[in-house]
């Protein structure tokens, strides 16, 4: 490339940065629309409508919260990996987007060719909860119960290769016992029959069951990942019975894929501001959930990461509990 052809993409460059940091300036220039793709009343839908709020206020504009629930978050990524790249429609993911390559040989989009990472959220306690009329108070004793009445005990999750799924089929698999798993669409009609009576257990985020642990519609077991809560310190972890076991939620927002880098980059700053809010931190302590360390997960290109690891974590996962792609 000669001296006069180099200082032509130069310009174009810079014309094509200035055109983009421009645009960046004028976002957003319309509503916008975060698609949860789960259920109303979930953990996800919550934060959501948390972000959504805060965004809203700090871009000045309308933004609203769309749930599209199904196919363990494949309706709802759908739509988003199909929507303009212009930041004006997100999606607020978790670890159902990461299983889903392990449990369905087609899915119509890439999860990582077809998403451009904006923030990381953050990461939330999993519990063990069952019904009241589960004749267990702890790990061991569920497992007894499990083992003397096999098949009697039937786990409920938010979808088919979602997180709850394999907890509960590594809950299974590490007891020893025949537990049942069952697939509802999001977390709420799955509480919903757990309280009735329908389902006799749950692994699902803290953030969607406190209020019925809360009000005796619920009995808490353990925590579902390896450490103790500070809210309840005297509830043990089921790695206490079942060493190694450890499992838990994340949130994080993504946007369609071309989503030019400067709004990317603006909505990371936006979330991230969100984060450090006080109001939001107590929010986040008093329904189980933290924000990501910085330095981990803080950029646009740190949660990418993130991402990748978390979709090779559960690869290996489902292939060591023999689950194939169909």
């Known amino acids: 490339m000669n001296r006069r052809d180099s200082l032509t993409a130069i310009a174009a460059l810079a014309t094509s940065w200035g055109a983009s940091s421009a645009f960046a300036q004028d976002y957003p220039s319309k509503q916008i629309r975060i698609i949860s793709p789960y259920g109303a009343g979930g953990g996800n839908d919550t934060i959501s409508r948390l972000l959504a709020n805060r965004l809203g206020v700090l871009f000045n504009q309308r933004v609203i919260v769309e749930n599209k ?82 098949g009697a005990l039937n786990f409920g999750n938010t979808g088919q290769g979602g997180p709850e799924h394999l907890a509960s089929v590594m809950f299974g698999q590490m007891a020893g016992a025949e537990v049942g798993t069952i697939p509802y669409k999001g977390a709420a009609p799955a509480i919903t029959d757990l309280i009735g009576g329908q389902i006799q257990l749950m692994i699902t985020a803290m953030a969607a069951v406190q209020p019925y642990i809360q009000n005796g519609q619920l009995k808490l077991i353990a925590m579902a990942n390896n450490a103790r809560s500070p809210q309840y310190p005297k509830v043990p972890t089921i790695a206490e019975a079942l060493p190694g076991f450890d ?9 369609p894929a071309g989503t030019p880098e400067p709004i990317v980059r ?40 993130f991402i990748q690891s978390e979709i090779a974590s559960t690869t290996r996962i489902a292939r060591a509990a023999g689950i194939k792609p169909e």
């Open 69 to 150: 629930p199904g196919g363990n978050t494949i309706i709802g990524n759908e739509t988003v990996a199909k929507a303009a790249p212009d930041g004006h429609t997100l999606i607020l993911n978790g670890n159902g987007f990461v299983t889903n390559p392990s449990f369905y040989a087609k899915i119509p989009f890439d999860p990582v060719k077809d998403f451009a990472p904006v923030a990381f959220v953050a990461f939330t306690q999993l519990v063990l909860v069952a019904n009241p009329a589960v004749p267990a108070n702890n790990v061991r004793e569920l497992i007894a119960l499990a083992k003397a009445k096999a």
């Open 247 to 255: 499992t838990s939620l994340w949130y994080g927002m993504m946007a």
């Open 266 to 305: 603006k909505l990371n700053q936006a979330i991230n501001q969100i984060l450090a809010e006080k109001e939001v931190l107590d929010t986040f302590t008093a329904r189980g959930l933290f924000p990501g360390k910085p330095e981990v997960v803080g950029t646009p290109e740190l949660f990418g990461a």
